[in-house]
């Protein structure tokens, strides 16, 4: 068979500088990114067999094999492997959005002290081999298919590809280790105490045996099975790695089983900075599917509200069918009665967050909060719950307030929240709107998401305040002065040619609302928001 040479995509050829010129200190993590993409690989052969019998394989495993005289370490996994344009699509380029997102970040800082941290952001997954290798070869053999795939480079710009008859199912990779370094015994992979230490450190709950020789060197226990008074955080971490992708380490673990009619554990996670594409109509959820320590899907969005769609982690149910499909989950009781458990948790996890830890929680909102108040818009079940860990900008002072808060400041006979929308605090804060409520001191919150506009709109109230615009009507502040009838009177032709000139204005009055500024607009109390309209328009509604 012909032996065929190609360039790795742009992207991917970046990367691959990055990972020879070596920017991790920590090399161990190629074996446990190899061993990860193993596990998927098994993940996905066990699935595919549940569906199609001819599929159907025994012994699931992953092994690993070291060679002191040549010296390799081999990775090799009976999974479901790769077709020859998989091989070119998957490991020739870089497919995660997320990452060449991050690449083009990388481009545009240059490479300075901020890299390391920028492309600690994403698992470099396959191409980490690179950092402890000068070559790396890969075998791989679909199930169900006839030939097999031979990969293999050397980590510059190029690599081949030819068609072999000879591959076993599954895939593995091996990977030729850069000469010796005499200095430093620590680095030497072919040891198999390191082999040892590093799969124990970083793979432990991978599901399939990991084995070497004869000794299968993982637990294999599911972490979301296990007490959390036994499992260590940093345990914790490597799994949220593992899922996950995100190297930054997670902000809070939340850890939940339900026993009776219909069981179910979850380990969830609340991740410290939001994904790139949390705005994204398809942007992914976090929670994958498990049917007794089985993996099932990734992704499953019926286990969570929409606007809790960053949050990661594993939902283990004991009573579902392993063939369950996405089409059933969607209509299924028990997973309704789950999803809403979850937000429940979690929601409650945030407020412990607010009370126990403020620098956590201020991390949380800062980086989810746009998300979590899109649940405002839909069913009120958690808008109580909702309003509660929320907090806003406001006047009263430069850090965030939350709404109990506001309230207990709310001064004698005033009645409603009064906010205001805009594009930021700047612009809200010296809005003319604003300046009677400053002169009165009526704290006033500034609400600079594109998500506040509707939400203030869906939920009438806190604690029995009413949310009132102050760039909407005619806003009474309980100490305003009616305008007085001889003011009225000597101004009324001023009115009447202003409403005569002013086309695009329904109606002009005299207000006690300015203190400095001459004038101001407003809208209709059923009308929408300034900001609501530029909204709409950008919409082109
Ligand atoms: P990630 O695992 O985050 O997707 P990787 O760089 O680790 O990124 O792997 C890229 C892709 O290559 C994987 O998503 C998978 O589709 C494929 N792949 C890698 N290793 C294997 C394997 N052992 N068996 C089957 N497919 C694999
Ligand atoms: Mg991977």
């Known amino acids: 068979m012909s032996t065929e040479t190609l360039e790795f995509q742009a992207e991917a050829r970046q990367l691959l500088q990055l990972m020879v010129h070596s920017i991790y200190s920590n090399k161990d993590i190629f074996l446990r990114e190899l061993i990860s993409n193993a596990s998927d690989a098994l993940d996905k052969r066990r699935l595919a067999g549940l569906t199609d019998d001819s599929l159907r394989a025994d012994d699931l495993h992953i092994g690993i094999e070291t060679d002191k005289d040549a010296r390799t370490l081999t990775v090799r996994d009976n999974g479901i492997g790769m077709s020859r344009d998989d091989v070119v699509g998957l490991i020739g380029t870089i497919a995660r959005s997320g990452t060449a997102e991050t690449l083009r970040r990388l481009r545009e800082n240059g490479e300075n002290k901020e890299t390391a941290e920028l492309i600690g952001q994403f698992g470099v997954g396959f191409y980490s081999t690179f950092m402890v290798a000068d070559r790396v070869t890969l075998l791989t053999r679909k199930a169900g298919e006839t030939t097999g795939t031979r990969w293999e480079s050397d980590g510059d710009g190029t690599y081949t590809i030819e068609?072999?008859?000879?591959?076993?199912?599954?895939?593995?990779?091996?990977?030729?280790?850069?000469?010796?370094?005499?200095?430093?015994?620590?680095?030497?992979?072919?040891?198999?105490?390191?082999?040892?230490?590093?799969?124990?450190?970083?793979?432990?709950?991978?599901?399939?045996?990991?084995?070497?020789?004869?000794?299968?060197?993982?637990?294999?226990?599911?972490?979301?099975?296990?007490?959390?008074?036994?499992?260590?955080?940093?345990?914790?971490?490597?799994?949220?790695?593992?899922?996950?992708?995100?190297?930054?380490?997670?902000?809070?673990?939340?850890?939940?089983?339900?026993?009776?009619?219909?069981?179910?554990?979850?380990?969830?996670?609340?991740?410290?900075?939001?994904?790139?594409?949390?705005?994204?109509?398809?942007?992914?959820?976090?929670?994958?599917?498990?049917?007794?320590?089985?993996?099932?899907?990734?992704?499953?969005?019926?286990?969570?509200?929409?606007?809790?769609?960053?949050?990661?982690?594993?939902?283990?149910?004991?009573?579902?069918?392993?063939?369950?499909?996405?089409?059933?989950?969607?209509?299924?009781?028990?997973?309704?009665?789950?999803?809403?458990?979850?937000?429940?948790?979690?929601?409650?996890?945030?407020?412990?967050?607010?009370?126990?830890?403020?620098?956590?929680?201020?991390?949380?909102?800062?980086?989810?909060?746009?998300?979590?108040?899109?649940?405002?818009?839909?069913?009120?079940?958690?808008?109580?719950?909702?309003?509660?860990?929320?907090?806003?900008?406001?006047?009263?002072?430069?850090?965030?307030?939350?709404?109990?808060?506001?309230?207990?400041?709310?001064?004698?006979?005033?009645?409603?929240?009064?906010?205001?929308?805009?594009?930021?605090?700047?612009?809200?804060?010296?809005?003319?709107?604003?300046?009677?409520?400053?002169?009165?001191?009526?704290?006033?919150?500034?609400?600079?998401?594109?998500?506040?506009?509707?939400?203030?709109?869906?939920?009438?109230?806190?604690?029995?305040?009413?949310?009132?615009?102050?760039?909407?009507?005619?806003?009474?502040?309980?100490?305003?002065?009616?305008v007085s009838e001889e003011k009225s009177g000597a101004y009324a032709p001023l009115l009447t040619w202003l409403s005569e000139t002013l086309d695009d204005v329904k109606d002009v009055r005299l207000t006690t609302r300015l203190t400095s500024s001459p004038a101001c607009l407003v809208s209709d109390v059923d009308g929408i928001t300034p900001t609501l309209e530029k909204m709409y328009k950008a919409m082109g509604q």
Request: proline share 4%.
């Open 163 to 482: 068609t072999v008859e000879d591959a076993p199912e599954g895939t593995s990779v091996t990977v030729h280790l850069r000469p010796k370094d005499e200095e430093d015994a620590l680095y030497d992979y072919t040891e198999d105490w390191k082999v040892r230490e590093i799969v124990k450190r970083y793979s432990d709950f991978i599901s399939f045996p990991i084995r070497m020789g004869d000794d299968t060197l993982n637990s294999m226990k599911a972490l979301w099975a296990r007490p959390r008074s036994e499992v260590k955080d940093e345990e914790y971490r490597e799994f949220y790695r593992h899922i996950t992708h995100d190297w930054t380490d997670p902000l809070e673990i939340i850890q939940m089983r339900a026993e009776g009619t219909f069981e179910y554990e979850a380990l969830l996670f609340l991740p410290s900075r939001a994904p790139h594409d949390l705005f994204q109509r398809d942007g992914s959820h976090g929670i994958q599917l498990y049917v007794k320590r089985v993996f099932i899907m990734d992704d499953s969005r019926e286990l969570l509200p929409d606007y809790l769609r960053f949050v990661k982690g594993v939902v283990d149910a004991a009573d579902l069918s392993l063939n369950i499909s996405r089409e059933i989950l969607q209509q299924d009781r028990h997973i309704q009665l789950i999803r809403r458990r979850l937000a429940k948790k979690v929601l409650s996890t945030i407020k412990d967050l607010m009370t126990n830890d403020a620098e956590k929680y201020r991390t949380f909102w800062r980086e989810f909060g746009p998300a979590v108040k899109e649940g405002l818009l839909g069913g009120a079940e958690d808008h109580k719950a909702i309003l509660d860990i929320a907090s806003f900008a406001s006047t009263a002072s430069d850090e965030p307030t939350t709404l109990a808060d506001y309230v207990a400041r709310m001064k004698d006979g005033q009645d409603k929240i009064y906010f205001m929308t805009g594009e930021s605090r700047a612009q809200v804060e010296n809005s003319p709107h604003m300046e009677a409520f400053k002169a009165k001191e009526y704290e006033v919150l500034l609400l600079t998401d594109p998500v506040d506009e509707i939400w203030v709109e869906a939920v009438q109230a806190y604690d029995g305040k009413e949310f009132q615009s102050i760039a909407r009507g005619a806003v009474d502040l309980p100490s305003d002065e009616e």
